[in-house]
Nanobody, 124 residues
Framework: VQLQAYGGGLVQAGGSLRLSCATSGSIDSINAMGWFRQAPGKEREFVSAIRWATNTIYYDDSVKGRFTISRDRVKNIVYLQMNDLKREDTAMYYC??????????????????WGQGTLVTVSS
């Protein structure tokens, strides 16, 4: 499966952005999609994920209540609505697809396909 993330940009603190991840190819090869982010000098970290079959959603505590993940089943696009953005949300955001189990859905190794990343910069 191929993934393409877009929608990043420059936004002031307190503002909103919506990221999108378009999927194509062997969509049946994955059963979940996630969003990860990587700030300069830091490791890539989990943000959110959604399972296809059950629509079960996961969030990191740092974004819970501010970010919302959703999926358009017809267009095969996964969205990440980000509200009340903070400077610490500044990072390259990546979407990922795979067949993670419960223990790996919040980890990089749970995913086999990755998009190219879209940059989110939050200014004060």
């Amino acid at each position: 499966v191929q993934l393409q993330a877009y929608g990043g940009g420059l936004v002031q603190a307190g503002g909103s952005l919506r990221l999108s991840c378009a999927t194509s190819g062997s969509i049946d090869s994955i059963n979940a999609m996630g969003w990860f982010r990587q700030a300069p000098g830091k490791e890539r970290e989990f943000v959110s994920a959604i399972r296809w079959a059950t629509n079960t959603i996961y969030y990191d505590d740092s974004v819970k209540g501010r970010f919302t993940i959703s999926r358009d089943r017809v267009k095969n696009i996964v969205y990440l609505q980000m509200n009340d953005l903070k400077r610490e949300d500044t990072a390259m955001y990546y979407c990922a697809g795979g067949r993670p189990i419960v223990l790996t859905i919040r980890t990089i190794r749970g995913y086999t396909s990755w998009g190219q990343g879209t940059l989110v910069t939050v200014s004060s």
